[in-house]
């Protein structure tokens, strides 16, 4: 039963960049004539895997471990300042800070090897890779909408200028391509470590480079360099770092450089960005407890001297200036006392490089916190980093 506890964990984590779900509940707001995508309560699959895996799992568990008891203030107060006041159904909230908080509880209980859950994770992304370089060349979506695969063919699809034509972003089977950057950042950081998983690495980066997504090409170079820094003599030593790094460095560039200068160097995304700002510190001046999980978009036009178009009705993209907005200053207490315990206290180098990725992306995106795919990410990240600082392996169940 165990073991198929863990192939049911790990296939939801193979389907994670898949957008099959149902909407269960949409509230009766609209914003300047559309309904807010942000207050959507929503079921994925991977939602459901998860939850089935622990029925599975933990009845056969001698003894089940929670954590110290640290972890489960912090945990049990973040739930409550999410399910207050939230603008979504409160039976959503409740199901999805449970299947989190499962997904926390497998982890540390062992479901599956970390080796194990970084290459499903990484296939998964390789797939996603692929996809991205069939729609980068036809241009056009590869019919996979049963997999969630947008429709490249209908307006607002991201695009770069190229002249006089514009190019499509890739997507892969995820709603946004800076989110597929994201997630492609995090395979590549977490299988550096395996040989055999090159070729898989170096397909990502080309599918990396592919989403031009800014924020995730900017974040694992930074990373990259910041590991280099603090790990020379081994990078010295290993023809597999070298190449890796220099993969990273120089893949994009190669790919990318026909289109530096239409998209890298533009600044009308980032001007868009920066507009978001002021409202966001203004709503936290006001409501220094916050306004509400999933609330943001409800208030923000209350904050813009401007009407807000349609399009414009977004999550201010810095997740720590939309948590402390939403959950107040006591949340965003919490949400960063829990990042940098981890970050500073977990024993694996390669997990730990990629929650630092995820928290720099987080400076200028918001998915980490508003998507299931990125909660799932984020969370799955934090447990794995937390179980590793046991004496024994509680990922694999074997003695270090």
């Not at 622990?54 to 999410?82: D, E, S, W, Y």
């Not at 890739?170 to 997630?183: D, E, K, Q, R, V």
């Not at 720590?320 to 024993?347: C, D, H, R």
């Not at 929650?355 to 918001?366: M, P, R, T």
Request: glycine share 6%.
């Amino acid at each position: 039963m165990e073991d198929i506890a863990e192939a049911i964990f790990l296939f939801a984590i193979f389907i994670l960049p898949l957008q099959i779900f149902t909407i269960v509940s949409q509230p009766d707001i609209y914003l300047a004539g559309q309904a807010n995508q942000f207050n959507n309560a929503a079921i994925y699959l991977s939602d459901i895997l998860v939850i089935l895996s622990a029925v599975l799992f933990l009845p056969f568990q001698k003894k089940i471990n929670t954590g110290n008891r640290m972890h489960l203030g912090l945990l049990c107060i973040l739930g409550a300042l999410i399910a207050f006041h939230s603008s979504v159904a409160i039976e959503w909230v409740v199901f999805k800070i449970a299947t989190l908080f499962l997904l926390y509880i497998l982890i540390k209980n062992g479901i599956a090897k970390k080796s194990r859950i970084s290459g499903v994770f990484m296939i998964s992304m390789a797939l996603q890779a692929a996809a991205s370089i069939g729609q980068f060349v036809s241009q056009d979506s590869l019919g996979l909408s049963l997999l969630g695969e947008p429709n490249l063919a209908s307006s607002g699809i991201a695009k770069i200028d190229m002249g006089e034509d514009k190019i499509i972003r890739s997507y892969g089977t995820m709603p946004h391509p800076n989110i597929l950057a994201g997630f492609m950042v995090v395979a590549i950081i977490l299988n550096m470590k395996f040989k055999k998983r090159l070729p898989l690495i170096a397909l990502c980066i080309v599918g990396l480079t592919l989403t031009f997504s800014r924020s995730g090409i900017g974040a694992l170079i930074l990373v990259g360099f910041i590991y280099a820094i603090f790990n020379i003599k081994k990078i010295s030593s290993s023809k597999r770092m070298m190449t890796i790094l220099i993969g990273i460095c120089v893949i994009p560039v190669v790919v990318a450089l026909p289109y530096l200068k239409t998209h890298f160097l533009s600044t009308t995304e980032i001007e868009a960005r920066l507009s978001q700002l002021q409202p966001a510190v203004e709503m936290i001046l006001d409501n220094p407890m916050g306004v509400g999980f999933a609330n943001f978009t409800n208030y923000v036009q209350d904050y813009s001297d401007d009407k807000i178009s349609p399009w414009e009705y977004q999550p201010v993209h810095n997740v720590y200036l939309l948590a402390t907005a939403e959950l107040g200053i006591i949340g965003i207490s919490v949400i960063l006392f829990i990042l940098f315990n981890v970050l500073l206290s977990g024993k694996s180098k390669r997990i730990k490089y990629s929650i630092l990725a995820l928290a720099v992306i987080g400076l200028v995106d918001h998915y980490m916190y508003t998507t299931t795919q990125g909660q799932i990410l984020a969370v799955l990240l934090l447990s794995m980093q937390v179980a590793s600082r046991q004496s024994h392996d509680v990922l694999g169940g074997i003695q270090k």
